[in-house]
């Protein structure tokens, strides 16, 4: 079974960073592009940042961009997600998800899910 | 950027079938996905390339995209469907980016 699995959520105070990991199963994590998705407390989903198969390509969300950056590793089937200037607004379950397809298409498998609280 | 807008609620009756929609700018020119989420849990898919159906998902789920709206239906509806419903694209003339709709919140009444 395909499975993709976040660590690395948690509490961290305003202007906080934060490193995010997803590692992929059973899956041929190497072939596709990867995205990070969060979803804010009561909210829709909000799509974060893209990478694609080699890295080769990189989106980020206008709300994130230039405090987040996105990596793989694909010889470790990981996919990470390192947040920096965190904000009360960064506040969200963060979903690591796979592209469905050939990129640019639908995103499945989706993981779990890791909680992010900025707080102080 | 590109917009999506889904109706924040739809209601109906089990058994009988609900349609939610995802408006957008032409957005019959594009793919358009759909996803099923329950409370604390992650999306599933449910919908893909308009209307394609992933294995595993009832023949009850259908989709749509003309013009610019698109429609996911689920035909004979049952209390397990209650849940909410995300449509999305990517938008990749400029600065390409995935968008979400709002979504919408089915009511199993």
């Known amino acids: 079974e395909v499975q993709l699995v976040e660590s690395g959520g948690g509490l961290v105070q305003p202007g906080g960073s934060l490193r995010l990991s997803c590692v992929a199963s059973a899956f041929g994590f190497s072939g596709y592009s990867m995205n990070w998705v969060r979803q804010a407390p009561g909210k829709g989903l909000e799509w974060v940042s893209s990478i694609s198969a080699t890295s080769s390509y990189i989106y980020y969300a206008n709300s994130v961009k230039g405090r987040f950056t996105i990596s793989r590793d694909n010889a470790r089937n990981s996919l990470y997600l390192q947040m920096s200037s965190l904000r009360a607004d960064d506040t969200a379950v963060y979903y690591c998800?796979?592209?469905?397809?050939?990129?640019?298409?639908?995103?499945?498998?989706w993981g779990q899910g890791t909680q992010v609280t900025v707080s102080s | 950027s590109y917009v999506l807008t889904q109706p924040p609620s739809v209601s109906v009756a089990p058994g009988k079938t609900a349609r939610m929609t995802c408006e957008g700018d032409?957005?019959?020119?594009?793919?358009v996905h759909w996803y099923q989420q329950k409370p604390g849990q992650a999306p599933v898919l449910v919908i893909y390339?308009?209307?394609d159906r992933p294995s595993g998902i009832p023949e009850r789920f259908s989709g749509s995209n003309s013009g610019n709206t698109a429609t996911l239906t689920i035909s004979r509806v049952e209390a397990g469907d209650e849940a909410d419903y995300h449509c999305q694209v990517w938008y990749t003339e400029s600065d390409p980016h995935v968008v979400f709709g709002g979504g919408t919140k089915l009511t199993v009444l």
């Open positions: 390339y308009d209307s």
């Open positions: 998800v796979s592209d469905g397809g050939s990129g640019y298409t639908w995103l499945d498998p």
């Open positions: 032409n957005i019959g020119s594009r793919s």
